[in-house]
């Protein structure tokens, strides 16, 4: 498995200092949310047409990879339904050209549960279309267990309206926990078939009081998430996603991304 980090837990640094702290704490990849303020990923400065080919080289040379490109696409909301399909396309362009696998997308809510069967089959064609417009490219789009497709069960019921093979999950381990109460287990289990990606946290306390801390001081354990993707022979990213750009008051990126690495490794190691 490999470890990496999203640039949501460092929203105040550049492009530059961005590779350069991955490469001195050790890790492996960066997952792009936002850069230097730009949270559009064909807009953020790295990825212009007269900045990507410099971008790619520098990857190379600090032997660096993308692991995921983080759009904000959401198929919810019928009247954003177009719109959002042109987003995910020119992210699907964008990891192409990057040598990217993976672009990640939302469900994203179901703002009316009456309707409930009505949207989950919008969503389905939202991720079809964006499916079938990966095929051949080498991407494959994710939805993120997140909102209300974060249990295992609401994201079996939409994955049995989609029919492209580029389609699959990002597995974020806290939100299940946090937002619904179901373990860790019970969300894999239903999902584990599709998992491609992860987004790794801790929280504390119990549903509906649990919360989001620091890496190693809650009640999630690292050591249980890795023993169930290894036993699917996961071979993908550990990705930590620290939500500093969404809340400032967070630990900061210096702190955390060292905790992280050290925390993730020291499990991975006990395992083995």
Known sequence: MKISFSTLACPKWDWNMILDEACRLGYDGIEIRGIEGEMNLVCMRPFLPE????TI?????????ICCLDTSCNFHEKENFEK?????????????KLNCKYIRVFGDKIPDKNNEDEIITQIAAGLNE??????????????????DFSTGGMLQKLLQQVSSKQVEILWDVANAYIDFGESLKDTFDKISGHIKHTHMKDAKGKYPSAELCMVGKGDLSFIEMISLLNSIGYDGWLSLEWEKWWHPKLEEPEIVLDVYIH????????LN
Not at 57 to 65: G, R
Not at 130 to 147: C, Q, R, W
């Open 51 to 54: 900045n990507i080919d410099q």
């Open 57 to 65: 080289k520098v990857l190379k040379e600090k032997n660096l990879e």
């Open 84 to 96: 959002v399909l042109k987003e995910g396309k020119k992210a699907i362009d964008l990891a192409q």
């Open 130 to 147: 964006l499916g079938n417009y990966a095929e051949g490219k080498g991407v494959t789009v994710l939805i993120e267990s997140h909102g």
């Open 263 to 270: 925390h993730i490794n020291k499990s991975l190691a006990s």
